[in-house]
């Protein structure tokens, strides 16, 4: 169906948005799905802080192109979906994941994480990774596990200074009181 010159510019700066908000674009192939399939994946990628648009390939290029991202060609033809990842990317890519493996037809084609084209491999082994929260924790762990061996470290030097001090004390004590 042939759109107007106006739509297409309309639709190019609304890509160019969402590529320019987004941390990562996968693409996948929905050939196959039933509208209501592909509602059930934008349901999904919506619950990890992402969305789902199925595009016209040469307006999403023109609008790659626009925004200084990288047109993987090989990912870009057929029937294809783009997910934006607004967030968190390994949530988005294990939804896509498990999309796939729920519908047998879909399949992760690949992506751009950053300004940089993604294979399916890829992003299967982005979908293998931690939440970022987690991530954050053990990075946080790992950063404050040293610190806290300092910490302990000063604490023991201290309280042996204080032992000793005290032992002297309480010597002086018993021969205050052995000489009176």
Excluded at 127 to 143: K, M, N, T
Excluded at 149 to 164: H, L, P, Y
Aim: charged content about 20%; aromatic content about 4%; overall charge positive.
């Amino acid at each position: 169906m042939a759109i107007s010159r106006a739509r297409k510019e309309e639709l190019i700066a609304q890509y160019e948005e969402a590529v320019k908000k987004s941390t990562a674009l996968l693409f996948t192939d929905y050939r196959g799905l039933t509208t209501a399939q592909v509602d059930r994946l934008r349901a999904a990628v919506r619950d990890t802080d992402g969305s789902v648009s199925v595009v016209r390939l040469t307006l999403l290029q023109l609008a790659l192109k626009n925004a200084g991202y990288p047109v993987p060609m090989e990912l870009l033809s057929g029937p294809v979906a783009v997910g934006f990842c607004y967030g968190d990317v390994p949530a988005v890519a294990k939804a896509f994941r498990a999309f796939a493996k729920e519908m047998d037809k879909a399949s992760t084609r690949g992506g751009i994480v950053g300004h940089r084209v993604v294979t399916q491999a890829e992003v299967e082994a982005i979908a293998d990774l931690p939440p970022l929260e987690v991530v954050r924790a053990q990075l946080l762990g790992i950063l404050s596990a040293p610190a806290r061996g300092v910490a302990g470290a000063v604490a023991g030097g201290v309280r042996q200074v204080i032992n000793v001090l005290n032992a002297y004390a309480q010597g002086e004590k018993e021969q205050a009181g052995i000489a009176a």
